[in-house]
């Protein structure tokens, strides 16, 4: 599986109150939590994101720190971003993501390089990240097996699934 | 190899003799809790897995308390999930407005989390059960779906951070200002994907409350779980609160640790977290002259009764500053009423501070109490995010309930003993 897109570039500890403010979680449809996706510091990224398709977002460290709310990586996804490329992630966006079936890749160099509007693909099979506007090349940390077969499954409720009707 | 305290909780639940830090493992749960946000979003996974039952209904807690007593429609529509949910599967623990509570404050209160437990909620601040010695950790609305049907979670075994605290706090410093301080220290990254576990002879000197606000911070750290020895404060809660049976661990004695920090908290001084992460710390006599428009004291962090107490100490026979709204929350219904009978309300509303019902409310920018743009607010909350209490150009100052008292007096951050 690959994703390619232009890069959306964001700076460290960008928390889950930024990507969807809590004034907007009183509702849990996604095409509306896409509408006030990242608002707070970025006002145009709805239209940036839906403008470009298929566009990759590239930030610090601690990405997705603070809530536990899933809202946030489902306003991400339906927005129209492809991947997110971190140097790391907080830890519930990082399962939450996975188990929407959101892609990240966690890699400190691609983050720090990458530039806004570059041209970026992603392996989510080897994990290696091309800027394809520089020609570099970053080794990226793939999911472990375990997290490979959720995704696989669609999400981890795909995965419970599939387990119940081994089981049955 | 020795396990850690957290190590040995998650080798227990997944029927394991040892785990390892990096292990992926699969933990059976002892209770799964979600709110009015992220429950409707696992309802909805629930029922895609296309199971009729929950896994056990006395082990899922369900509380509405970030936009109730429901603010709006849309609220009103979420928390309507919630509670016929609960009545189509039988969920013993769903609790409505008027018994409700801030969920963190409620579930140890109603004795729900006992020693050795294996917690998740769709919350973050799942982690204040770690003031009692149990792991609980924040996960999303889709774990929550599956911790519903299948009574599992998935966990990575975490590595973890030792503080072990030495010596007393002095007047006027609580929990807030020990794990503000300990945040400043090493980041909000610091113990990312770790355990923070709490030991030495200090935590003796923290009362639970202190304690369930360190663990309830746990996770502005980036931890998956803050955790404290269980001692004799910690056995009388639990006897005071639940009839459950439960587990006492304790770490190895050559259980690896990634880092080692010795704290003293005799040596702490009232502290304060700048906007815009919970790392900006400084004490309060580093501050400089910063104006307040309103003080918040409540939520998962500070809204229990010895918070009120502390808070009735500063505020009793002052006035509320002119330009300060200042508004007091409870955490719990019990809360509530243990200050009421306590007179604390008298003190408060003397002072011209507002009394609330038991709620999220402004913590997370939801209701009752949202800053306008430029405002600054003062509040015992746990996090100063960007627009977190209202208008993205506004500001949150985290302290402990002393400092927000007395700031709510002066009208500006200060401590109480520089009240007059
Ligand atoms: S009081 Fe604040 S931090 Fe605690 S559960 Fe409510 S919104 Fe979350």
Same mark, same amino acid.
């Given at each position: ?168 | ?151 599992? *979670? ?132 580093? !501050? ?23 808070? !009735? ?37 003397? *002072?011209? !501070? ?22 600054? !607010? ?43």
């Amino acid at each position: 599986m690959k994703a390619t897109g232009k890069a959306l570039k964001y700076g460290n500890n960008v928390d889950t109150d930024v990507i969807i403010p809590a004034r907007y979680l009183n509702t849990s449809d996604p095409s509306e939590l896409a509408k006030h996706c990242m608002e707070d510091i970025d006002k145009d990224f709805a239209s940036k994101a839906a403008k470009n398709k298929n566009t990759v977002m590239v930030a610090g460290s601690n990405f997705g720190c603070g809530s536990s709310r899933e809202h946030a990586p489902i306003a991400i996804k339906a927005s129209g971003i492809s991947c997110i490329i971190a140097a790391t992630f907080a830890r519930i966006f990082y399962r939450n993501a996975i188990n929407i079936g959101l892609p990240i890749m966690e890699c400190p160099d691609a983050a720090r390089d990458i530039k806004e509007n570059d041209e970026v693909e992603v392996d989510f099979d080897t994990g290696v990240i091309s800027n394809l506007t520089t020609g570099n090349k970053y080794d990226g940390v793939p999911f472990p097996g375990f997290m490979q077969e959720i995704i696989a499954s669609e999400g981890l409720i795909g995965f419970i699934r599939k387990q119940a009707s081994k089981r049955l | 190899m020795g396990m850690t305290m957290t190590q040995k909780i998650l080798a227990g639940h997944a029927g394991k003799k040892e785990v390892k830090a990096g292990e992926l493992i699969m933990s059976s749960l002892d209770m799964v809790l979600g709110n009015d946000i992220t429950a409707p979003v696992a309802i909805r996974e629930f029922a895609r897995i296309g199971m009729d039952e929950v896994f056990d209904k006395a082990k899922i807690a369900l509380v509405p308390d970030h936009f109730t007593p429901n603010k709006d429609i849309k609220s009103a529509e979420q928390v309507k999930i919630l509670r016929e949910f609960a009545r189509e599967k039988g969920i013993i623990n769903y609790f409505e407005v008027g018994q409700m509570g801030i969920e963190h404050a409620l579930l140890p209160e109603k004795g729900l989390v006992v020693p050795g437990d294996a917690v998740i909620g769709a919350d973050s601040h799942t982690c204040t059960y770690g003031a009692l010695g149990a792991f609980s950790t924040g996960v999303g609305s889709t774990d929550m779906a599956a911790g519903m049907a299948t009574g599992k *979670a998935w966990f990575k075994v975490p590595e973890a951070i030792k503080f072990v605290l030495k010596g007393k706090p002095g007047k006027w410093i609580g929990g807030k200002d020990i794990i503000l301080h300990i945040i400043g220290m090493i980041g909000v990254d610091g113990a990312l994907y770790k355990s923070m576990e709490f030991v030495g002879e200090g935590v003796h000197a923290l009362s639970m409350d202190d304690r369930f606000c360190m663990a309830n911070m746990a996770i502005e750290a980036g931890a998956k779980n803050g955790i404290f020895i269980v001692d004799e404060k910690t056995e009388q809660y639990v006897h005071e609160h639940s009839d459950r049976d439960y587990v006492v661990y304790e770490a190895d004695s050559d259980a690896v640790y990634s880092e080692e920090h010795v704290i003293d908290i005799s040596k702490i001084e009232p502290t304060v977290a700048f906007p815009h992460l919970p790392e900006n710390t400084r004490t309060v006599g580093e !501050a400089g002259e910063v104006k307040i428009d309103q003080v918040v004291i409540g939520s998962c962090t500070n809204g229990r009764i010895e918070d009120l107490r502390i808070a !009735a100490e500063v505020l009793k026979g002052r006035k509320v500053y002119t330009d300060v709204r200042c508004i007091i929350i409870p955490a719990t219904q019990k809360i509530w009423k243990q200050a009421m009978n306590e007179g604390l309300f008298d003190i408060f509303i003397d *002072a011209g !501070a507002a009394v609330s019902t038991p709620t999220c409310g402004p913590c997370l920018g939801g209701h009752m109490g949202i800053l306008a743009k430029g405002e600054r !607010a003062v509040a015992t909350t746990n996090r100063n995010f960007v627009g977190r209490m209202g208008h993205p150009e506004s500001e949150v100052y985290l302290t402990g309930p002393a400092v927000a008292a007395a700031s709510a007096v002066a009208g500006r951050i200060t401590t109480p003993d520089d009240l007059d």
